[in-house]
């Protein structure tokens, strides 16, 4: 039990020291002192104050939130599916998320005649209102499906089927839509932690942090799970009930960090793998706590990279998580095979 306590310190503190260094470096220099000074109610620079209050503390906030909750919701899909490739978006409820912001934004400018980027703040929560919309109502149907197949399989294979139909959908939509609109949509697409700010900021970090606790109440079901059907099934565990439940604790996480963030792809799928390494084991006890933290340090890594100095602007967090996490993972893995060999 040392190591992985003596780890979960390390990822602690990780986290702090990559959420301090979200706060010092931009493109915008602001030396350590006057951002303490800042954060402690200081400081004369109401410029250096509106970038640190206004933009680098609701990046980072929202950073470390969201991967937390990519990386848990990654977590439970490769336990319902036992698959290692499964990941937040196999069931197709990002695809529904994008789906429901391309419904809003791409038929916005031909039907009312005002591109809805334009409208500001409104048009901001129209799309956070049409992602949750559209990806509640892909797992709403995902798990009426749930209720009437019994293998996982079948399942799996439903919901990437379904994921089809939504890009198909949204790629009509792309061609009979105004080029302002479908650059509003690819944008967002692209995934990014900066557009939550001020009360949509303070909602989606409250939201998180009362669904990732309650994932943690799945840890003794995803253990019994992992044992295998029949042997589950004979330590009393109800196998549907258990599927449906982890559907709904994944699928809801997805669908709020869709709707807040963008689609934001690889964390979810790759940090389950990364934590099973570091820690060595398969017990959810550990493994969850394991997999929220890694995935909120590795979150506000990419983020920092994304606006390093230099930089005008930000890149797409879909573009630095790839670039970051791809490299590291696969070498982890290849280790992992080597060692078994």
Known sequence: ?????????????????CFVLNLLLGTVRIPMMEVCRILLGGGDNEIWH??????????????????????????????????????????????????????????SGSLG???????????????????????????????????KVRGSV?????????????TAIIGVLKFFSAEEDIKAYVVWGLGSFARVSGDQMM?????????????????????????GDAYARNLGLDIRRTRLLLIISSGTLVAIVTAYCGP????????PHLARTLFRTSDHRILMPATMLTGACLALVCNLLARMPGFEGALPVNSVTALVGAPVIASVLFRRRQSAE
């Open 203 to 227: 909602l989606f970090v409250v939201l998180m942090c009362i669904l990732l606790p309650l994932s943690m109440l799945t840890v003794k079901s995803m253990n019994l799970y992992m044992l």
């Open 264 to 271: 934001v792809m690889f964390i979810g799928l790759a940090v």
């Open 50 to 107: 509106n970038i640190i209050f206004s933009s680098r503390v609701p990046q980072a906030l929202t950073a470390l939130v969201a991967g937390a909750g990519l990386a848990v919701s990654g977590l439970q899909m490769q336990t319902v599916f036992r698959n290692p490739l499964a990941g937040p978006s196999v069931l197709g409820i990002s695809n529904g998320a994008s789906l429901g912001v391309a419904c809003v934004v791409l038929l």
């Open 113 to 147: 005649g005002v591109a809805l980027s334009r409208l500001g703040y409104v048009g901001d929560v129209a799309i956070s209102v049409a992602a949750i919309v559209g990806s509640l109502a892909v797992m709403a149907l995902i798990l009426w499906v749930a209720t």
């Open 1 to 17: 039990m040392k190591r992985p306590l003596l780890l979960l310190l390390l990822l602690m503190l990780g986290i702090v020291l």
């Open 154 to 166: 079948t399942l799996l294979i439903i919901g990437v089927m379904i994921g089809y139909l939504a």
